[in-house]
């Protein structure tokens, strides 16, 4: 049976949960900044309305903000991890094969559905109903088509919040195609669109109309698998999105320049922790680790410092404390006492399954009482929280944490920050 994808989609979610919690903000335009309160990285729909561009520095739009009443927030991870989680949860229950694509995005198979339609109607019921989350519904033939499809059912409130491409014809499919630039196309960004541009491909019409040999001998054959998915040809199986990351990265800003070297090995050790945790949850090994480590760039008045070194090791591993060993490693290598630090942060390279390795004779292999406690350990952060049970190196400091001056409370995690309501 061919499948009939269905990308389910929150709107605005940063910006939702938010609003969830707090009735008061219901109808105020609202951001969400990222990490070290620097850049806006959400948008209420009340704040696109007003023109608030997505990624702005949030310094240069603090006095506009002031002047049209838009709420500032923190972003509240926390919140939103238990939110997507809880999101899942209820697609899982309504559909047998689903497969998370991001925080706030998952495909769902619904292949054998008497009508999908229909059925796009009741997942936007169900989670509006049971966790007050808004959502797109794109259905269609293929991933790609399905992605265009949700970004139809967003944009034209005429549908409800749920356009099937294969309740159009092909004549209105190629109408609403014409209407859309190609930058609308899945996988298709900034500096790809420039290129399509000079070829006179600019709307996601002309890119389904294009010849695939021509496509795959000039951009690549990713490209054109997607001008075969815009025909209705599925190229990218159900699991395809979802493969192992080639490459982990774990960095972050710090909340105030750092000059402290312990502060920066919590810091990096915290990282190389969670990259790790996130390793070993596909199934995987890696055999680099790279270490970084920066200065502040908009500050002139700092001397400016920038290293990356890359630490081999001596076997393909996902444990924590091997790859922990090889970072602080690293970190001896480019550390230079003195220097105001703004950034630090590691990257797992040469991934590959841990079952299926090149190993070397003469070098060790993982104890497997440790691959054990490893697994223990994640098992216990999954159940009980991110952090629950950690290494002791990676304890965090306040030296370095991010800033989040304007974070809501963790309503749905933490007790003593659970919501109140007065009589």
């Not at 105020?28 to 729909?45: H, K």
């Not at 200065?295 to 591993?317: C, G, I, K, M, W």
């Not at 922990?324 to 390279?349: D, N, T």
Request: charged share 20%; glycine share 8%; hydrophobic share 35%.
């Amino acid at each position: 049976m061919k499948p009939i994808y269905a990308l389910v989609d929150a709107n605005n979610f940063y910006a939702t949960c938010e609003k969830i919690f707090d009735p008061a903000l219901a109808t105020r335009p609202l951001v969400v900044l990222s990490n070290n309160d620097g850049c806006i990285v959400a948008r209420s729909a009340e704040s696109k309305a007003l023109g608030i561009p997505m990624g702005a520095p949030i310094h240069q739009w603090k006095d506009f903000c002031t002047e049209h009443g838009v709420v500032i927030k923190s972003s509240n991870y926390t919140l939103y991890g238990d939110m997507s989680s809880r999101m899942l949860s209820i697609l899982q229950d309504m559909c047998p094969q689903v497969e998370s694509y991001s925080i706030d995005e998952s495909f769902l198979n619904l292949a054998g559905y008497a009508d999908p339609s229909t059925y796009g109607y009741l997942i936007r019921q169900r989670l509006q109903q049971d966790i007050k989350v808004t959502c797109g519904v794109g259905i269609g033939p293929t991933k790609t088509l399905s992605k265009f499809a949700n970004h139809l059912a967003k944009k034209n409130a005429e549908f409800g919040g749920v356009f099937n491409t294969l309740d159009h014809t092909p004549e209105e499919m190629n109408r609403w195609m014409a209407a859309y630039p190609v930058s609308e196309v899945w996988g298709v960004g900034r500096q790809l669109t420039k290129r399509l541009g000079v070829d006179g491909i600019e709307t996601v019409l002309n890119l389904a109309r294009c010849d695939g040999v021509s496509i795959r001998k000039r951009y690549g054959i990713v490209l054109e698998k997607t001008v075969r998915e815009l025909r209705g040809e599925s190229c990218l199986s159900f699991e395809d999105v979802g493969q192992p990351k080639q490459q982990i990265m774990a960095s972050r800003s710090f909340g105030t320049t750092v000059s402290d070297p312990h502060a920066i090995k919590a810091a990096l050790t915290h990282h190389i922790s969670r990259a790790a945790e996130k390793l070993r949850a596909q199934q995987s090994v890696c055999a680099n680790v790279y270490v970084m480590l920066r200065t502040n760039p908009f500050r002139e008045q700092d001397q400016q410092y920038r290293r990356t070194t890359l630490v081999p090791l001596d076997h393909a591993s996902a444990d924590t404390g091997v790859l922990m060993k090889a970072a602080l490693r690293g970190l001896r290598q480019i550390f230079v006492p003195g220097l105001k630090y703004h950034k630090c942060g590691v990257m797992l390279g040469e991934i590959e399954p841990a079952g299926i390795q090149q190993t070397d004779l003469f070098a060790p292999v993982d104890d497997p009482k440790r691959l054990r406690l490893m697994s223990l350990m994640d098992s216990i952060n999954k159940t009980q929280g991110s952090g629950t049970l950690h290494l002791a190196s990676t304890q965090l400091s306040a030296a370095w944490q991010m800033r989040a001056g304007d974070r809501s409370p963790r309503y749905t995690t933490c007790w003593d920050e659970l919501p109140i309501a007065y009589a």
